[in-house]
Antibody
Framework: QITLKESGPTLVKPTQTLTLTCTFS??????????VGWVRQPPGKALEWLAV???????PYNPSLRSRLTITKDTSKNQVVLTMTNMDPVDTATYYC????????????WGQGTLVTVSS | QSALTQPPSASGSPGQSVTISCTGT?????????VSWYQQHPGKAPKLMIY???KRPSGVPDRFSGSKSGNTASLTVSGLQAEDEADYYC???????????FGGGTKLTVL
């Protein structure tokens, strides 16, 4: 059974750097075709893709946010970490991590999400 | 990389069918058979309903079906049930850099 869970601060100040951790179980990020991605959703708004980290260390990013994002992994801990710099109130959103199958081209299993508020 | 275009709302009565469209370009929806659809109930995480345009993951009712024509993909929900009332998002692979793009979402109301 695949599960993912996001963790990190619920409140960050403007200009600070956000660090979110996705802890997963039930699969290996070393397995062919597997990836873990991040998607966010501002309150009442649509989903927005942020980044994916694949088994082969390929790391595509949303071009509009590329300069602010970094996605990394800690294989020994079964974790994927997303950092976003220079946070702004418009970045207030629920942040989800999700299991992605390269061959499906889809996020098939999602974490519960974590709400991050950006405010001074 | 622009968001895919979906109608903001759709509705139907129980037992009826409703179709939600998702329009992109030849660089995303039209160029690849990697369109997926997600259902999201209020306060919940999205759930994958359709992948690769028309395939259903295990456990998704066959009332949900997907298709594509040119740059537009569609999700059809047949035999509408009250629990189908939710937001639906389309998603597409968008190019050789492995980009991903979502639609703006459609709120489905079961009358």
């Amino acid at each position: 059974q695949i599960t993912l869970k996001e963790s990190g601060p619920t409140l960050v100040k403007p200009t600070q750097t956000l660090t979110l951790t996705c802890t997963f179980s039930g699969f290996s990020l070393s397995s062919n075709g597997v990836g873990v991605g991040w998607v966010r959703q501002p309150p009442g708004k649509a989903l927005e893709w942020l980044a994916v980290l694949y088994w082969n260390d390929n790391t595509p990013y949303n071009p509009s946010l590329r300069s602010r994002l970094t996605i990394t992994k800690d294989t020994s801990k079964n974790q994927v970490v997303l950092t976003m710099t220079n946070m702004d109130p418009v970045d207030t959103a629920t942040y989800y991590c999700a299991h992605r199958l390269y061959t499906w081209g889809a996020f098939d299993i999602w974490g519960q999400g974590t709400l991050v508020t950006v405010s001074s | 990389q622009s968001a895919l275009t979906q109608p903001p709302s759709a509705s139907g009565s129980p037992g009826q069918s409703v179709t939600i469209s998702c329009t992109g370009t030849s660089s995303d929806v039209g160029g690849y058979n990697y369109v997926s659809w997600y259902q999201q109930h209020p306060g919940k995480a999205p759930k994958l309903m359709i992948y690769q345009v028309s395939k259903r993951p295990s456990g998704v009712p066959d009332r949900f079906s997907g298709s594509k024509s040119g740059n537009t993909a569609s999700l059809t929900v047949s035999g509408l049930q009250a629990e189908d009332e939710a937001d639906y998002y389309c998603n597409s692979y968008a190019g050789s850099y492995n980009f991903v793009v979502f639609g703006g979402g459609t709120k489905l109301t079961v009358l």
